[in-house]
């Protein structure tokens, strides 16, 4: 499996999650960058489904975080996932 498959798996299932979760599955949208040895993964959410992720004291946010950061450590990936309000 090449890096670029690694990250593209990753984003793929944070992708499949956030829509599952989301009020608005058809706003939500993953991007994903490299820089220098940590891929950014930014999911973008509507705002009314911001709150949702992030979960009551930030539970579904950590859970998130946690299934991207192993997914990604399964590939030797450093990966960290931000949630960003979309458009």
Request: charge should be positive.
């Amino acid at each position: 499996m090449s890096p670029e498959d690694t990250a593209t798996g990753v984003r793929a299932v944070v992708e499949v999650l956030a829509k599952a979760l989301t009020d608005r599955p058809d706003v939500v949208r993953v991007t994903e960058s490299r820089h220098k040895d940590v891929t950014l993964i930014e999911l973008f959410v509507s705002r009314e489904d911001v709150g949702k992720l992030v979960g009551r004291q930030g539970r579904t946010v950590a859970a998130l975080r946690t299934l991207a950061s192993t997914a990604g450590e399964r590939e030797g990936k450093t990966v960290t996932l931000e949630i960003r309000e979309g458009k």
